[in-house]
């Protein structure tokens, strides 16, 4: 099994940052990558950035330029980095752990933080 713990939600007006963390225990051997997912009133979560243990990343496309997703191996702690914050990125975050098989397969989450409340208002 692995734990994951998240911090570092807030309420920010429109243009400003946040960074989220979230640190991983447990079966850390188990997993090879982790990921943001967010989900907002009425939508469907959706896979923000994700990240694996040997710094291959990718990101949805309306946080690009904006977002940056990174991690420290030795922590097991990875960190999501928003600026240039919008009124749309408004949503409860999720981190995630779980593998990226290849470069070019997709990320699949087996673990999940309880979630932390980002809110961009004026």
């Known amino acids: 099994q692995v734990q994951l713990v998240e911090s570092g939600g807030g309420l920010v007006q429109p243009g400003g940052s946040l960074r989220l963390s979230c640190a991983a225990s447990?079966?850390?051997?188990?997993?090879?990558?982790m990921g943001w997912y967010r989900q907002a009133p009425g939508k469907q979560r959706e896979l923000v950035a994700s990240i694996t243990y040997g710094g291959i990343t990718n990101y949805v496309d309306s946080v690009k330029g904006r977002f940056t997703i990174s991690r420290d191996n030795a922590k097991n702690t990875v960190y999501l980095q928003m600026n240039s914050l919008k009124l749309e990125d408004t949503a409860v975050y999720y981190c995630?752990?779980?593998?990226?098989?290849?470069?070019?397969?997709?990320?699949?989450?087996?673990?999940w933080g309880q979630g932390t409340q980002v809110t961009v208002s004026s």
């Open positions: 995630s752990a779980g593998v990226k098989v290849s470069r070019n397969s997709n990320y699949y989450p087996n673990y």
């Open positions: 447990g079966s850390i051997a188990s997993i090879n990558a």
